[in-house]
């Protein structure tokens, strides 16, 4: 009796212990699958006044020296932060993709954001655009 009773137990603390696993699980993918639903409504996005530069004169003035706030040579892409954002972040903005921070601007403060183009034609088409970004982890 004693034997048949610690079997039942057992199978029951199984049992309770594989419902509470896949729980879980189920748990997991159900937050995933939310996560793809609501790209761009992760932590970290914010609505921000995204502007393009150049490395030209225009853009940059005494700043256009070929060269990003990090020290790296100008390359596309690239975005300038403010310095609350570190060097060698991701942010995801619309339009433009998923860049690292690599330049800063006086400009380029609060909930503002500067992508880079090549080319001064591309950053005049981009102009200044409110998106929503997401800066990600
Ligand atoms: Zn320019």
Known sequence: ???????STYNLFA????FTVLGILIGILVLN????????EAEGSAIYTVTAYCPCEICCGK???GHFANGQEVSFPAIAAPSN???GTKIHVPGYGVAKVKD????????KLGVYFPTHEQAKQWGKQELKCEVLK
Do not use: Q, Y
């Not at 049992?15 to 594989?18: G, I």
């Not at 699958?33 to 761009?40: F, K, P, V």
């Open 63 to 65: 700043w256009s020296d």
């Open 85 to 87: 954002i570190p060097f």
């Open 104 to 111: 800063r601007g006086g400009a380029i403060k609060g909930n």
């Open 33 to 40: 699958d939310t996560d793809e639903a609501t790209e761009g």
């Open 1 to 7: 009796m004693n034997t048949n009773i610690t079997i």
């Open 15 to 18: 049992s309770w212990c594989l």
